[in-house]
Every structure is written in structure tokens, then in C-alpha cells.
């Protein structure tokens, strides 16, 4: 069984910056691509991060790119997502998540939630103006 728990959500001011953790625990095998999604009260769930195990490149979102950074301690079984530069259209409410999807297939279109089918509960980020 496949188990995503995130922390690290808070409130910021604009300009400031949190790090997001997520602790992953799965029987070997089970997943090879994994990230970061937000989604926005009223507002469709967004792709913010990913990465497969067969990609040297972490995809980002055109909005978080130079302001976002995904990393892994495998050791640890746990991924980050670190914020920076946090505007108030950052709000959300941030998931990780896991999936398993041939490279190909997931290359198509790697923020797609659909190639993502275990998820976390959620931590919010609220960024104040």
C-alpha cells in the first residue's frame, strides 16, 4: 500500500518562502514517477512538479520555474518541495503524489495528474500580500 503524507503548509508574506516535505512509503517497484500538484479554491488542480525515474529533468510548471525546486532524499523516503519568492497566487492547497507510468507515456505530458493514482492529504499555503 502506497502512503503519501505531507507537512510543512503554513502562511507567508509575500516574498517569503516554506519548504514542503512529503514522506512516501510503498512495497519496492511500486511507483517511478512522482510530484507536487496544487489546486486553488474555485480553480482546477495544477501540476507544479515532477519527475520520473527514468528522467534526468524535473518538470515545473511555467508559473513556479525559477522560483520552485523539487528534490528527493531517497534515504529518507521523502521529497521536497522548496518555495521561494512565494506570491499570493501561490495559495493552495499542495498534494503530493505517485504513480506508475511508462517514460514515454508520462513524457507526453508529465504535469498531468492522471499518471499520478496514490495521493497525500494535502497541506495549505497561504500567501498574504
Known amino acids: 500500500q502506497v502512503q503519501l503524507v505531507e507537512s510543512g503548509g503554513g502562511s507567508v508574506q509575500a516574498g517569503g518562502s516554506l519548504r514542503l516535505s512529503c514522506i512516501v512509503t510503498?512495497?519496492?517497484?511500486?511507483?517511478?514517477?512522482m510530484g507536487w500538484f496544487r489546486q486553488a479554491p474555485g480553480k482546477a488542480r495544477e501540476g507544479v512538479a515532477v519527475i520520473h525515474v527514468d528522467s534526468t529533468n524535473t518538470y515545473y510548471a511555467d508559473s513556479v520555474k525559477g522560483r520552485f525546486t523539487m528534490s528527493q532524499d531517497r534515504a529518507k523516503n521523502t521529497m521536497y518541495l522548496q518555495m521561494s519568492s512565494l506570491r499570493p497566487e501561490d495559495t493552495a492547497m499542495y498534494y503530493c503524489a505517485a504513480g506508475y507510468q511508462s517514460f514515454g507515456n508520462w513524457l507526453q505530458n508529465p504535469l498531468w495528474g492522471d499518471h499520478y493514482r496514490f495521493w497525500g492529504q494535502g497541506t495549505q499555503v497561504t500567501v498574504s500580500s
Open positions: 510503498e512495497p519496492p517497484y511500486t511507483t517511478n514517477c
